[in-house]
């Protein structure tokens, strides 16, 4: 547990810049983000046309 603390440790205080690494997580995260908004705003949108077309069928 003491080394984790000590490489925990290092890491912050390490300036070096990011790599591809760290780039190519940052960029997975921002995808996943991406389609679970997306997902969410279709289902949304899916659930509103659904309704005004049972509105408009029922009048």
């Given at each position: 547990?003491?080394?984790f603390a000590l490489k925990l440790q290092k890491f912050l205080k390490s300036e070096d810049?990011?790599?591809a690494v760290e780039y190519a997580v940052?960029?997975?995260?921002?995808?996943i983000v991406c389609l679970t908004a997306i997902q969410?705003?279709?289902t949304n949108?899916?659930?509103t046309f659904t309704n005004?077309?049972?509105?408009?069928?029922g009048s």
């Open positions: 547990m003491k080394s810049g990011p790599t940052m960029l997975a995260l921002i995808v969410s705003v279709g949108a899916n659930t005004v077309a049972a509105s408009i069928a």
